[in-house]
């Protein structure tokens, strides 16, 4: 059963690569925005912002990258809403496949294409002079908090993509997503904001696994926010798997 299932995604997630290495622009278009944000604020902004920081762009690389992987997971949005007015689900289900494999494959291309973007993102801020003396466990330790806080995202973007009634809605809901990183402390420290909006900013998800990757790259100790980055990428992501399968269930029953 194990073999099958894996299988089946495998084959599905061949097909949904397929569809996104014909339009390599969503990818490159993914990478843009927060280029563009990052652009502007270390070389318009940068230099009124106290971060203690040598580097503004050491700084505020975390929160670009979240909002990296949040543009992108608008497009898998749009690709899975894409595929249920088509009619394909609904000839997936009169084959003998496994029924979540049709999901996990939009969300192995959502990684995948994702893990791409911010590689350019990463590329474009060692021009800017980003620079870590992180080792190799630091780095592997950075990609597994963005791999899962991709995963958390991208099936909320599968409810998304299930639940609209129109294109423009599947990707609409990245929006709040895209938001949420100004409002924490990736740009500025929680510090030097006004009571309700600090209190917000301090204990929403974005703030822990941004302090987290930012001490990574710094080398620094990352102390117990590390757990609390973990717990809030795993707790997303349980929670999103298990009403993205329902919402899965009910909209093809």
Known sequence: ??????????????????????????????????????????????????????????????????????????YTAVRLFTDLKSGIFERFQSMPIARASVLWAHVLTSLAANLVSLVIVVGVALLMGFRSGADLLAWLAVAGILVLFTLAMTWIAVIAGLSASTVEGAGAFSYPLIFLPFISSAFVPTETMPGPVRVFAENQPVTSIVNTIRDLFAQQPVGHNIWIALAWCVGILVVAYAAAMVTYRRRIA
């Open 1 to 74: 059963m194990t073999t099958h299932y894996v299988g089946d995604t495998v084959v599905l997630t061949r097909r949904t690569v397929r569809h996104v290495t014909r339009s390599v622009d969503t990818i490159i278009t993914t990478a843009v925005m927060p280029i563009a944000i990052m652009l502007l604020f270390v070389y318009v902004f940068g230099g009124a912002i106290d971060t203690d920081s040598s580097s503004y762009v050491n700084y505020m690389l975390p929160g670009i990258l979240l909002i990296t992987i949040a543009s992108g997971i608008a």
